[in-house]
């Protein structure tokens, strides 16, 4: 395991010093690159990442210090450490392209001390997918701050998505994969953490928090149906992108506070055909993606819009993003309606079940969440009341809970149709 390690890190230097002295299609500069994807294929058998740090001045490959430096692996840490990069990720699924890609930007980066952020930024807008860059000293953070950077990180990138297709221009699908992919490792490793920060509403950006929570809701409601990480994603991404085509109708349609006229609720239902063209200019997003865009709002009764014909197929994962929408829909406060507590949000849902919703998703849906969802308001055998943080793995209730000091816990902020 170690000669491999040291081998991934070899390979790249190696490729990195000779991007400097030949043509980036010279042998030189391709082989190394192939045999650093080589080396790195063994290792993900049973692990679906490899961290690559400096610390202390030395070179760290998951934890395995390299002390004999190249004059190659010298450049590498010093373009590393010149950019601004503490910290390099390389995920299960990473392909020569992304190392390729990787290895170009350090040698054509020429900004030094430059933000994690921004870095990130640009290797997504080159279509690195399975390179991830990070800070070290976020080793020291708990679950709570790191769901909390992911979720940001997803809410700016609808925002430029939605804010690029207003303005005629074409959204980054990379920069959306790669949100949805972190956010489905969060999701994995601390599920309530991500599920807590679907429940903090914004009246103001609704669009956008809504966007971000059926994404989330909708990565739990798959990994709790064991989907393949490939198809999770995939459900992830429509899930984050399935209201993109709203941005083709009129702000103020969508605004609108009232109920809707027959006309204008005609034209809300153009918006899952308008998404489907969206994506399909978009570049990373997969045809099965735009097909659940395109149908989270043909029903399970099929029912819905836009209308299937009777030997139209859908896409199961379709009605995965139908109850994630729901339930991030009825649990908002929005000018025309109240918002639900989750519980009751529920049993809005098992009503629906069968009807507009595929039973057996809003069963799975409730598992995902517990059978306390978090967020939920409690009383105690003690008398005491206080609010749901967390639950135990497989839906079972946990102790784990938040004390409210006035006694009286948490008031829900004070529910139109689901469109």
């Known amino acids: ?24 299609t010279h042998p030189l500069v391709r082989t190394p690159v192939e045999k650093c994807r080589t080396e790195l294929a063994p290792i993900f058998t049973d692990r679906s990442e490899l961290a690559l740090t400096v610390s202390d001045g030395t070179l760290v490959l998951e934890g395995v210090p390299i002390f004999q430096l190249t004059s190659s692996l010298e450049l590498f840490m010093a373009r590393l450490g010149a950019i601004g990069l503490p910290a ?13 890609l990787f290895v170009r930007f350090l040698h054509e980066t020429k900004e030094q001390g430059l933000p994690i952020p921004e870095i990130k930024a640009r290797l997504a807008r080159w279509g690195v997918t399975h390179i991830r860059v990070t800070a070290t000293e976020e080793e020291g953070k708990d679950d709570f701050t790191f769901a909390r950077e992911i979720y ?11 804010k690029d297709v207003r303005n005629g221009k074409t959204p980054d699908g990379a920069e959306t994969y790669r949100a949805v992919r972190e956010m489905s490792g969060m999701v994995s490793r601390n599920r309530d953490a991500m599920l807590a920060l679907t429940l903090i509403k914004n009246f103001d950006t609704y669009t956008y928090n809504h966007s971000v929570n059926v994404s989330v809701l909708s990565l739990a409601v798959a990994e709790t149906l064991g989907l393949p990480e490939n198809e999770r994603i995939g459900v992830g991404v429509a899930g984050l992108l399935h209201d993109v085509g709203k941005t083709q109708l009129a702000l103020d349609l969508i ?11 005609e034209e809300i239902k153009k918006h899952p055909e308008e998404g489907y063209a969206i994506l399909g200019k978009m570049t990373h997003i ?16 099929r029912t819905g819009y836009p209308r299937p014909e009777p030997e139209y197929r859908m896409n199961p994962h379709s009605n ?3 109850v994630a929408d729901c339930f991030d829909a009825l649990t908002t406060m929005r000018s025309y309606q109240k ?20 039973p057996d998703l809003v069963e799975l849906l409730e598992r995902s969440l517990g059978v306390y969802p978090v967020g939920t308001m409690v009383r105690l055998s003690t008398m005491e009341v206080g609010i749901v943080t967390g639950n135990a793995d497989g839906g079972r209730a946990s102790r784990r809970w938040r004390s ?12 139109r149709g689901w469109t």
């Open 339 to 358: 918002a639900s507590t989750p519980q009751q949000a529920l049993v809005i849902m098992r009503k629906l079940a069968g009807k507009s919703l595929d």
């Open 152 to 162: 940001g990180n997803a809410l700016n990138v609808v925002v430029r998505a939605l």
């Open 404 to 415: 409210c000091s006035t006694g009286r816990g948490t008031r829900w902020p004070p529910r």
């Open 320 to 322: 995965v993003i139908a």
């Open 286 to 301: 997969q045809d099965s993606t735009r097909s659940v865009v395109r149908e989270h709002h043909m029903r399970f009764d």
């Open 88 to 100: 390099v990720i390389f995920e299960r699924g990473v392909s020569v392209e992304d190392i390729e």
């Open 1 to 24: 395991m170690e000669n491999a390690i040291a081998g991934v890190v070899r390979y790249l230097g190696a490729s990195l010093k000779n991007r400097g002295l030949y043509p980036p």
């Open 255 to 265: 605004r609108k506070p009232g109920t809707l006229t027959v006309e204008e609720f």
